[in-house]
């Protein structure tokens, strides 16, 4: 057998591409963790701009950190929350779901 060597550029690559990329789901729970938030505060939060009216449950934030439902992504106004709570910017949630912001068109974007 023949052991080969490879630049260090190369090895960064190939390491690149082992590390498992994070879920959305994965992410959401790492980041309200991170923060020390519990779910029903993430759903008492995300209630506010509804006047307080729950429109989702500790279900729902249950089943989008178990990648088992995609929240809302395309209301606007729920990223802009969502970005709130966990501080971060809506567009580092639309990235952690996968978009890449030169696939959103501007008018796509929330204002």
């Known amino acids: 057998m023949t052991i080969g060597v ?3 550029h190369e090895w960064d690559e190939r390491m690149a591409m082992a ?3 994070e879920t959305l789901g ?3 729970r790492n980041r309200r963790l991170r923060l ?3 779910q029903g505060e993430v759903v008492e939060a995300l ?8 429109k989702y449950s500790r ?4 089943s989008w950190e178990a990648d088992r439902n995609m929240p809302p992504l395309a209301d606007s ?3 802009k929350v969502l970005a709130q709570v966990l501080k971060v910017s809506e ?6 779901a996968g978009f890449a912001l030169n696939d959103i068109a501007p008018d796509e974007l929330p204002p």
């Not at 209630?47 to 729950?54: D, E, R």
């Not at 279900?59 to 249950?62: G, L, Q, R």
């Open 6 to 8: 490879i630049s260090t």
């Open 19 to 21: 590390v498992q990329v």
């Open 26 to 28: 994965k992410y959401l």
């Open 36 to 38: 020390g938030l519990t």
């Open 47 to 54: 209630s506010k701009p509804n006047g307080g009216q729950a």
């Open 59 to 62: 279900v729902s934030v249950t």
């Open 77 to 79: 106004e729920f990223v």
């Open 91 to 96: 567009a580092e949630i639309l990235q952690a």
